[in-house]
């Protein structure tokens, strides 16, 4: 039986987990650098707004997958920081769409400049590629493990 280290120096998983983590510990560390109050969570949500403004909050679950009650967490201290707003959908009361604010539109270019940053301190040293083969076979990952849900 291998040991934990012989383990974990094979596993795929192990490696992309901790990679992901350290990834998003220097993309906060980015964040409050340069005064940014804004958890790696709520910039997910950012990133899909600012693609598509006045979405559900279900589809922001789906899109940042992340269950509905997380979501609603998150935005509920979004609303707070002032980053969003909720409103009532016109056609389905139930159902309440997000949009951003002044502020949080305003936060765009910061943010993804702090994004840009951050990519290019965890891909420093890696060519082209080898980049390239990277993200293909992260691709094929993430179709593999969307196809069996």
Known sequence: MPTFHEYTARSFGFHLNKAARLIAQRLSHNFKEHDFEVTIEQWRLLL?????DGQTQNSLALSSNKDEPSVSRIINTMEKHNLVV????????????????????????????????????????????????????????????SALN
């Open 48 to 52: 899909y707004l600012w693609r598509e």
């Open 86 to 145: 909720r409103t009532r959908h016109p056609h389905d009361r139930r159902t309440n769409l997000i949009y951003l604010t002044e502020t949080g539109r305003n936060l765009k270019d910061g943010l993804m400049a702090m994004g840009d940053k951050t990519n290019e301190e965890t891909t420093q040293g890696i060519g082209l590629e080898d980049l390239t083969v990277c993200i293909r076979v992260l691709d094929k990952v993430i179709d593999n493990l």
